[in-house]
């Protein structure tokens, strides 16, 4: 009965059996039968056919809502029971700034649980230090950070992305007369970074303790 479950919610869930019959990887003949098959065992009727359309019974609405957390219960148990048949579970510890406030690393989280139910997915946020602190003392595998400068040469960096950033300058400067301007051009121009209040200090220190002399190449919101 759980496939059968998993065939219903995948109509009400897109409201139409061609597309629920695509996403099971069957022919829509065959998730009707299986919807029909599930309504005789039950004994009710769930859903209300009409020529191109359907609606949810009182009972098929019910059914339906009880149904998600009995596949989410049954597909949590087989996960920990092949957890236990393995000889327990791997844990995978991500961490990512503190300020970060995109939807990209969540729902690549939430694509690789799917892909992976056997790992165990825990995220950790901090600033640049306290993400580094974490992958020094092993209590993060990996960090996605915009840090500029390599810590050390025991870890990794790859670039994933890279952000645009803007510069402004004075009228009076020689720069100001070109018609295009490259990092090239900026780095003996002394910079100020500007940064929410909070992230001041954290920035000053960056820049302090940096050995690069260049204007950045990531700014909160300019330099």
Do not use: W
């Not at 989410?72 to 970060?100: F, K, P, V």
């Not at 870890?155 to 950033?165: D, G, I, M, R, T």
């Not at 004075?170 to 007369?177: I, V």
């Not at 909070?198 to 303790?209: A, C, N, P, S």
């Amino acid at each position: 009965m759980i496939k059968q479950m998993k065939y219903f919610q995948a109509v009400v869930r897109y409201g139409n059996f061609t597309r629920a019959a695509e996403e099971c990887y069957i022919s829509q003949s065959a998730i009707s039968q299986q919807i029909q098959s599930l309504e005789r065992e039950l004994g009710v009727a769930l859903l209300v056919r009409e020529r191109r359309s359907f609606s949810l019974t009182p009972a098929g609405e019910h059914f339906y809502k009880k149904s998600l957390v009995i596949v989410s219960d049954y597909e949590r148990l087989c996960e920990e029971t092949r957890r236990l048949a393995n000889g327990g579970s791997q844990e995978l510890t991500i961490g990512y700034l503190r300020h970060y406030q995109g939807r990209e690393l969540k729902r690549t989280v939430a694509e690789f649980q799917e892909k992976h139910p056997e790992i165990v997915m825990r995220l950790k946020k901090g600033t640049h230090e306290e993400l580094y602190e974490a992958l020094k003392g092993r209590k993060a595998d990996l960090v996605f950070s915009d840090l500029r400068r390599k810590p050390s040469d025991k870890y990794v960096n790859y670039y994933l992305a890279k952000s645009n950033f803007y510069a402004e300058l004075t009228e009076k400067s020689p720069l100001a007369q070109m018609e295009s301007i490259s990092m090239e051009d900026l780095k003996n121009t002394p910079c100020i970074v500007i940064a929410p209040k909070h992230q001041e200090g954290e920035e000053e220190t960056f820049y302090r303790e940096s050995p690069q002399p260049e204007c950045p190449a990531m700014c909160e919101g300019g330099c």
